[in-house]
């Protein structure tokens, strides 16, 4: 026996095991193990028992990607490959769900999902990759960490504005999408209209960014308020928000400056050279993408960030295409904000953009294309390892203009190759009206084609009385 296969099903604080062979045969049945020390030491003791029944052999195991559950277990069979014939691969949990209901199972236990992750790396050997190390992974989580902050602040944010509503309105003529921090150092000493009222210009100017000017226009605001709200209670509640909010803002500047001094990567500076991303924003593209080189085409890496268009089509029906929206939300939304700046601050956006809309694009669509463009560009930076030049994508774009659909060489069969349409097929009534005015379109085409030297357009045919026929309608409306 050359291989066995180890699926390992990973829940918080254990794992259910399976080992089968590469006829899907169990070898070893379902055993549950802790994640302590035991059980890693309860671990490689079966697997010693494995290679002693088993000489030459080679263990392949298998970990869906669990958001962190399965580092431990990952890292420790990553050590024993150092010294035994052992393999690990972290699987995507997408890809396992869909071979178990391609197999249709219908119930899901963990130790049905341990023999189905067993079963993935025998079926598609092709789409494992084995003993990766991700030296960025400590990044990523502190770059997801300030994500997470981020989103915390503008959730109390929005919190704060809602109360100020009825309890210090006039402070919302100061608020804007980004907040200022004199804003906050406010509301802290004096959350009510009624405290800001009663407060001095002299000490009101004390606070940094204000002004005496500013701390009038505020004073001035709050003395006419018409606020509902004065009660301790909820001036103790905007008070703590306020503070909440400042220290937040502290902790993402300094979470912030670390991750950027921890990371001084080549691929950040060619990044950055593309108007319109930002240092941190580079950090979190290329903390995500990690090499280039995993992407065969860059249709696989527009894949990868969700952004490539699809549609379904299936007998009568068709569905409108659309983005996929797969992957990270994320990392998504790192390139829609890249997208929005390019717009704005780099002229070949600019230009994609203009065009779109002018073809007729509403706006999101238009900026989906500018989404999907700034992937290709990004992917020929990092794949030749070349700053931003414009005039590269302008002159592609020169060589090889953009045609119109070929003419099929018989528009009588449309797409078919081998057979017309058969009048007598039992279609639906959407399939026959289709198929029907296909064949009137593709007949008129013909008729031009084929006709004399002045193209002359075919008869008509007497018209209905008081109903224009179909074309002359089209040119009255």
Not at 189 to 212: E, F, M, Q, T, V
Request: glycine residues 6%; hydrophobic residues 40%.
């Amino acid at each position: 026996m050359n291989s066995l296969f180890l699926g390992m099903d990973v829940s918080k604080g254990y794992a259910d095991c399976v080992v089968l062979d590469e006829q899907n045969n169990v070898v070893h049945e379902n055993f549950q193990i802790d994640d302590t020390l035991d059980g890693h030491h309860a671990l490689f003791l079966r697997l010693q028992d494995l290679f002693h029944l088993y000489p030459g052999t080679t263990i392949s195991a298998g970990l869906e990607s669990t958001g962190g559950f399965e580092d431990n277990w990952y890292a420790f069979l990553l050590g024993l490959a150092t010294t035994h014939s052992i393999r690990v691969a972290r699987l995507n949990p997408r890809g396992v769900m869909h071979h178990g209901k391609a197999n249709l199972k219908r119930v899901t236990t963990d130790k049905i999902s341990a023999r189905s992750i067993a079963e993935y790396l025998i079926n598609y050997p092709k789409k494992v990759r084995y003993n990766t190390t991700d030296i960025y992974a400590s990044l990523r989580k502190e770059w997801k960490f300030i994500e997470r902050l981020t989103m915390q602040r503008v959730q109390l944010l929005n919190q704060l504005q809602a109360l100020l509503y009825s309890a210090n309105p006039g402070m919302l003529n100061f608020w804007k999408e980004k907040v200022a921090t004199y804003v906050l150092l406010v509301l802290v000493k004096y959350p009510l209209a009624r405290d800001l009222a009663r407060a001095r210009i002299s000490s009101l100017s004390r606070i940094p960014y204000l002004g005496a000017s500013r701390a009038k226009a505020i004073i001035a605001l709050a003395s006419q308020s018409v606020a509902s709200r004065q009660d301790p209670t909820i001036a103790y509640t905007i008070s703590s928000l306020a503070r909440h909010i400042l220290s937040l803002d502290e902790t993402i500047a300094m979470q912030t400056d670390h991750l950027i001094s921890q990371c001084p990567f080549p691929e950040i500076g060619i990044l950055t050279s593309f108007p319109g991303i930002a240092e941190y924003s580079a950090i979190g593209l290329f903390l995500s993408i990690i090499s280039i080189d995993r992407f065969p085409s860059v249709k696989d890496f527009a894949s990868f960030f969700g952004v490539h268009p699809v549609f379904k089509q299936s007998g009568d029906g068709i569905a409108g295409i659309h983005m996929s929206k797969q992957g990270s939300p994320l990392v998504r939304s790192i390139l829609f904000m890249v997208s929005m700046n390019a717009i704005v601050h780099n002229p070949l956006i600019k230009e994609i953009y203009d065009a779109a809309r002018e073809r007729g694009m509403v706006g999101y669509a238009a900026l989906g294309l500018v989404m999907h463009k700034i992937l290709r560009i990004i992917y020929g930076m990092l794949k030749h390892r070349m700053p931003f030049n414009p005039e590269i994508d302008r002159q592609y774009r020169t060589r090889h203009p953009q045609q119109d659909e070929p003419v099929p060489s018989n528009p009588s069969t449309g797409n078919r190759r081998f057979q017309s349409y058969d009048a007598t097929a039992p279609i639906s009534h959407r399939q026959n009206k289709m198929r029907k005015e296909q064949a009137a379109s593709q007949n008129e085409f013909s008729s031009l084609c084929t006709g004399s030297s002045t193209h002359s357009l075919p008869s008509l045919g007497k018209p209905k009385v008081g109903r224009p026929p179909r074309i002359f309608k089209q040119k009255m409306e």
